[in-house]
């Protein structure tokens, strides 16, 4: 669940682990969802998008799962790495097709 | 390399003066935009554009000013009126003009600090 004030949710994990980062939307039309990596103090960077007529999308060590069922969309990475460790955010189209960014997790890897 | 230039990396201001934050794209993007990240919080929409001489307020325009007189550039202002301006500023664009059908490009920010 999120946490109050200006705490990032965190995952921590070990070096080789598999993490799944999860994400929420509120907007049923939704059609097209992105999640962006941002390592501290650059912008954030595409990782993997999925549009809302696949469930599922794989790319290299990473995987997308979208349940439009629940409104619910995850990033799986797979034996994650030190440089894997950063803010990842889902955006996904609000007002006027204008991206809206879910509030990110922290993922913290331990070597 | 195509990409987006944000400048300069780190501003500092006193309280009360207007400043402006740089924002250029070498991409051809139609779309651009301008985030505000607070610590520990995601990113709020001030301000975007989706053609040349247009733009739309975001969530949190008040204080804020923009222009997008070329293509290419799309500068920030941030006046007196802001309340809280500390804060890490990005600026992105998108290929479409429905910004949620691509991804966003986002340069690599403007810390502003102002005292």
């Known amino acids: 669940g999120e946490s109050v004030g200006l705490h990032l949710p965190t995952l921590s994990v070990q070096e080789g682990d598999n993490s799944i980062i999860n994400c929420a939307y509120s907007n049923s039309a939704s059609d097209y969802f992105i999640w962006y990596k941002q390592e501290s103090g650059k912008g954030p960077q595409f990782i993997i998008d999925i549009r809302s007529n696949m469930d599922k999308r794989q790319g290299q060590r990473v995987t997308v799962l979208l349940n439009k069922t629940v409104k619910h969309l995850s990033l799986q990475i797979a034996a994650t790495q030190p440089g894997d460790s950063a803010v990842y955010f889902c955006a996904y189209p609000g007002g006027s097709y204008i991206p809206t960014f879910g509030r990110g997790t922290s993922l913290i890897v331990h070597p | 390399d195509g990409g987006i230039t944000q400048s300069p990396k780190y501003l500092f201001r006193k309280e009360g003066q207007n400043v402006t934050l740089s924002c250029e794209q070498n991409?051809?993007?139609?779309?651009m935009y301008w985030y505000r990240q607070d610590p520990g919080q995601g990113l709020r929409l001030i301000y975007y554009s989706q053609i040349v001489n247009d733009f739309q307020k975001g969530d949190i325009a008040e204080g804020y000013s923009v222009s997008r007189e070329k293509k290419e550039s799309f500068p920030l202002t941030v006046t007196s009126a802001q309340k809280n301006p500390t804060a890490f500023y990005l600026c992105?664009?998108?290929?479409?003009?429905?910004?949620?059908?691509?991804?966003?490009?986002f340069g690599n920010g403007t810390r502003l600090t102002v005292t």
């Open positions: 992105a664009s998108s290929i479409r003009h429905r910004g949620g059908g691509s991804p966003l490009h």
């Open positions: 991409l051809n993007h139609d779309a």
